[in-house]
């Protein structure tokens, strides 16, 4: 982030401690009998400085510098951990999900940040779809990577989107903010993975590559000598 881009961080992150006093308040006002016909209005404020507090909580992962701490963890689960939260989302939406757990190799990890990951892109394909659309969340070894598949059945992007995509504030939704795909690059950038995107009129994949830690590699390796297809670049 350049000079105003940590300005921008230093006064999200002050702005914080007024909006607690109001929403505070806010609460404190709203539980009052003789404002109990008032009750929609106050929960709607409240929810309003709830979703600006996410987008500045957004914002300054983004703006964080400082590397984050990783460690050696099985990525099937932080997956199995978070799946639940995602298919009671999807359930509720009328959408249908699936989990295909590959055999994959430890990969180092930080949980917090592969937990937004998912959460973003998950998100982001359940709002692409309509209803009775099917997401898809795989994990396997593929050309000597760990791979996380993300799938959806929605709308794709469109092609002049595509270069876009991960410059914070660009949103083709309403009530988007344009921050998940920003946060997402950058969380998958201090992995040292990469991100490709396959997108059509029928849906869109995301594709996260992790590369596969030389102690894991070695587990890799012998497991490669009994599949069909011997993994390379390990
Ligand atoms: N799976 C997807 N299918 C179709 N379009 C997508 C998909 N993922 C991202 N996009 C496009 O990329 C844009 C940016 O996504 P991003 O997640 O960064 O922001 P957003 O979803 O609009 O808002 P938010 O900050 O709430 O996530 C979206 O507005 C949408 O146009
Ligand atoms: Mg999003």
Do not use: W
């Given at each position: 982030l350049n000079l105003v881009g940590q300005m921008a961080a230093g006064i999200?992150?002050?702005?914080?401690?007024?909006?607690?006093?109001?929403?505070?308040?806010?609460?404190?006002?709203?539980?009052?009998?003789?404002?109990?016909?008032r009750k929609p209005t106050f929960d709607l404020m409240i929810s309003e400085l709830d979703r600006a507090n996410a987008i500045i909580t957004e914002f300054l992962s983004l703006a964080q510098t400082k590397r984050?701490?990783?460690?050696?963890?099985?990525?099937?689960?932080l997956l199995g951990k978070l799946y639940p939260l995602i298919e009671a989302d999807t359930f509720t939406q009328n959408k249908q999900i699936s989990f295909i757990p590959g055999e994959i190799p430890n990969l180092e990890l930080n949980g917090n940040e592969i937990t937004q990951?998912?959460?973003?892109?998950?998100?982001?394909?359940?709002?692409?779809?309509?209803?009775?659309?099917r997401l898809q969340i795989k994990s396997y070894v593929d050309n000597g990577k760990v791979v996380l598949a993300i799938a959806d059945e929605g709308c794709g992007i469109a092609a002049e989107n595509l270069r876009?995509?991960?410059?914070?504030?660009?949103?083709?939704?309403?009530?988007?903010?344009g921050l998940?795909?920003?946060?997402?690059y950058k969380i998958v950038e201090s992995h040292n993975a990469k991100i490709d995107i396959d997108s059509s009129t029928r849906g869109t994949t995301f594709f996260i590559s992790f590369p596969i830690p030389v102690a894991s590699s070695k587990i890799v390796d012998i497991l490669s000598q009994k599949a069909i297809h011997p993994i390379s670049g390990s």
């Open positions: 999200g992150h002050e702005i914080r401690n007024p909006m607690t006093t109001v929403r505070g308040y806010l609460q404190l006002l709203g539980a009052k009998p003789e404002y109990a016909v984050t701490e990783q460690r050696s963890q099985d990525l099937n689960d990951l998912l959460l973003n892109l998950t998100r982001n394909g359940l709002e692409a779809m309509e209803e009775r659309g876009k995509l991960g410059t914070p504030f660009f949103t083709t939704k309403d009530s988007g903010t998940g795909l920003a946060t997402c």
